[in-house]
Every structure is written in structure tokens, then in C-alpha cells.
Nanobody
Framework: QVQLVESGGGLVQPGGSLRLSCVAS????????MGWFRQAPGRRRELVAR???????NIADSVKGRFTISRDNAKNTVYLQMNSLKPEDTAVYYCTAEFLGPRSWGQGTQVTVSS
């Protein structure tokens, strides 16, 4: 059974940084495509970034140049480094894992960007 546990969310001022982490268990982590989605109140869930098993990445235009996704297969962990945060980045951020089947989701971690 896939388990994804996110951490690292919190309250940060505009222009600040946060690093989200997601530890996966129950899967062969290295072969999975890992991702981060987010959902703000009243808005649809959207893809933020994803990284494949061969470290190819896709980054949403809204965060390109500010956010970076990376993975550490030895630690079964995927990271989302978020810099130059804006109030519109406020959302619940979800970790995802996918491999030849339905996408699995973590429970989410809240990120709030506010002064």
C-alpha cells in the first residue's frame, strides 16, 4: 500500500522560501514518477511540478524559475524547493506518486504566504 507523507509547510512572508518534503513507502520509489499538486480555496487542483524516474522534470509556468523539484531515491523522498513565494502560492500542497496506474496522493500540507 502506497503511503506518502508530506512535511515542510507553514506560514511564510512574501519573498520567502520553503522546502516541502514527501517520504514515500510501500513502493519501489525509484521507478515512480513523483509530483506536487496544489489546491487553493475555491480553485481546482493543479499540477505544480513532476519528476520522472530518469529525473526529467515538468514545472508549471506559474512557478517556473521559482520552484524546483528534486528526488533522493536513497531516501525515498521527493522535494519541492519554493523560492520567491507570493500570496497566490497559498494552497494545500499534495505529493503524488504514479506508475502505470492510478495516481496516489498524500494528505497534503498547508502553505500560507502572507505578511
Amino acid at each position: 500500500q502506497v503511503q506518502l507523507v508530506e512535511s515542510g509547510g507553514g506560514l511564510v512572508q512574501p519573498g520567502g522560501s520553503l522546502r516541502l518534503s514527501c517520504v514515500a513507502s510501500g513502493i519501489t520509489f525509484s521507478i515512480y514518477t513523483m509530483g506536487w499538486f496544489r489546491q487553493a480555496p475555491g480553485r481546482r487542483r493543479e499540477l505544480v511540478a513532476r519528476i520522472t524516474s530518469d529525473d526529467s522534470t515538468n514545472i508549471a509556468d506559474s512557478v517556473k524559475g521559482r520552484f524546483t523539484i528534486s528526488r533522493d531515491n536513497a531516501k525515498n523522498t521527493v522535494y519541492l524547493q519554493m523560492n520567491s513565494l507570493k500570496p497566490e502560492d497559498t494552497a494545500v500542497y499534495y505529493c503524488t506518486a504514479e506508475f502505470l496506474g492510478p495516481r496516489s496522493w498524500g494528505q497534503g500540507t498547508q502553505v500560507t504566504v502572507s505578511s
